[in-house]
């Protein structure tokens, strides 16, 4: 049952992967996604630190909820209802790195600019996103996709050329081929 579960939802998001791209990733597609979009406080090195930090134990924190997440408006349901938390979250990791500001989280509508995850290009557009705001937010951002799946976590926390691309999705993927593999 549980192998069903999981195809199903591989399925599902296999087929919105296929949309999006077949249709070009034109502007139509925006909705199909939900992105994140963490701020630091400023540019200071200590601040950018910090800011992948945060990212990190936001995104772990994150993952087993929205690991089986069925759609857009699932995703964000969920997001909604643990603004609180990540907030703790992010403000946990603020603390224990010495800052004094705190984070503030909220799911908005947004512009953003034309970026490529592993091969899929999302364009310039309005998106809903999951905004993380660390002190005034005013520094330079990190951001991905929350849904589908497609969020990346970096080697290092310098946010440089260390950075290792995931998804979530292939490796769900892989996991139940490999089980199926397995079985034959």
Sequence with gaps: MKKAAVALIALAAVI???VVISS??????????LRIHIRADDNSTEAQ?????VKQAVVEYLTPYLAYAE???QAQSIIQSKLREIESV??????ANGFQYTSKASVRTEQFPTRTYDGLTLPSG?????????GRGSGDNWWCVVYPPLCFVN???NGTNSIVYRSKLLEIIQNFMSRFDNDN
């Design 71 to 73: 759609s857009k408006d």
């Design 90 to 95: 992010a403000d946990k990791v603020l603390q």
């Design 24 to 33: 070009g990733g034109n502007a139509s597609g925006n909705d199909m996604f």
């Design 49 to 53: 630190t910090v800011k992948y930090k």
């Design 155 to 157: 080697g290092e926390s």
């Design 16 to 18: 919105v992967l296929i």
């Design 126 to 134: 309005v998106y809903d996103a999951l905004i993380l705001e660390l």
